[in-house]
């Protein structure tokens, strides 16, 4: 016997929002409704460009085979009640800038688009992936107020995925049999622990001497910089977007996965009040715990210079900003 009722059954599907409707968001909204996690709201100052790709992302579905809702916006009304809100917005990279050179510009526009999302998303976990990362993730920290757990940088599952595909072309195996861990920030003195490096459980140093390994340690802290320089007109969006898709599957599906973050350290090796990579277990709570490694003096040494590089940045976006507030 069936029952009837005359009030519809409305279903919570999970939101994700992704601020900044360029390469890496775009690229980020067609894997995340493609992998059917979540509905996508994609956000962008311009009129009309999160809409027209919108737009285009829905006429794929019938082919992808998938039936999420893909929204585009100008107006962060749309964004309210999202499970993650994720940060591309800014602008990249050209030849011969480094990260660091965007920090005017994209301090602004990250803190803004924090506020925005955090006032219409109270409960959201943020994923902040534009650069330079390490800072960026610290200036939207201070701006939503959020706890630490709730808000993280991507940087590196991509740096280590990026190492990876060094080793594998290097040795000429599959990506997927190399495991490689990579920490600090994500710039030049990103830290690559090539001994947690493995090929199906071997350690890369009984496959590799140790000049080629510090050559794949080398072009792993360049890889960005490299795609930079051969595309002349952008820089990478395609790894960047699988590896906060990554993060995005990991919470939504509470999978617990042990991956490398930007988070926010209170102590954890030996560093306080300063965002940098580290690894860290990702679930429905957004950071579930951070993983405190054994490190060698030398790759700790390594991590404590990336966070004081970090930190000088931090400290200059934070008088850009009380400049531009206070003119």
């Known amino acids: 016997m069936s029952s009837s009722s005359n009030s519809p059954i409305v279903c919570n599907l999970p939101r994700v929002t992704i601020v900044g409707a360029g390469r890496v968001g775009s690229t980020l909204a067609q894997r995340i409704a493609e992998k ?3 509905d996508v709201v994609l956000l962008d100052i311009i009129a009309g460009m999160p809409q027209g790709l919108a737009l285009d992302l829905m006429e ?52 803004e688009a924090a506020k925005n999302a955090i006032a219409h998303s109270p409960n959201a976990i943020f994923i902040v992936v534009t650069n ?13 107020g959020l706890p630490r757990d709730r808000i993280m940088g991507m940087a590196g599952v991509l740096d280590s995925a990026r190492f990876e595909t060094f080793i594998a072309l ?41 000049a080629t390994i510090e050559r794949l340690v080398e072009r792993t802290r ?18 960047p977007a699988s590896a906060t898709s990554v993060m995005v599957e990991s919470i939504l599906l509470n999978q ?30 957004g950071i579930e715990s951070v ?33 531009k507030n206070n003119p």
């Open 132 to 144: 330079p990362l390490d800072v960026m993730t610290y200036l939207a920290w201070q701006a939503t």
């Open 60 to 111: 794929a579905r019938g082919i992808e085979i998938h039936n999420r809702q893909i929204i585009g916006t100008n107006n962060y009304a749309d964004t309210s009640g999202s499970q993650i809100v994720v940060i591309t917005a800014g602008l990249p990279r050209k030849p011969g800038m480094s990260r660091d050179d965007l920090l005017k510009t994209n301090a602004k526009i990250v803190v």
């Open 222 to 239: 360049n890889g960005g910089a490299e795609i930079v320089e051969l595309m002349q007109t952008g820089g990478a969006f395609f790894a």
């Open 256 to 285: 617990s996965r042990l991956l490398p973050v930007a988070a926010y350290l209170q102590g954890e090796y030996g560093l306080e009040d300063v965002v940098i990579g580290v690894p860290c277990r990702l679930g429905c709570g």
């Open 170 to 210: 290097e040795l000429g195996v599959l990506p997927a049999d190399v495991k490689a861990m990579v920490l600090g920030s994500h710039g030049d003195l990103m830290v690559p622990l090539s001994r947690y490096a493995t090929v199906n459980g071997i350690p890369i140093t009984e496959l590799l001497d140790a």
């Open 36 to 38: 059917n996690l979540a």
């Open 291 to 323: 993983l405190e490694l054994t490190l060698s003096d030398e790759e700790r040494k390594g991590l404590h210079t990336s966070a004081q590089s970090v930190r000088q940045n931090i400290e200059r976006s934070q008088e850009i900003l009380a400049n």
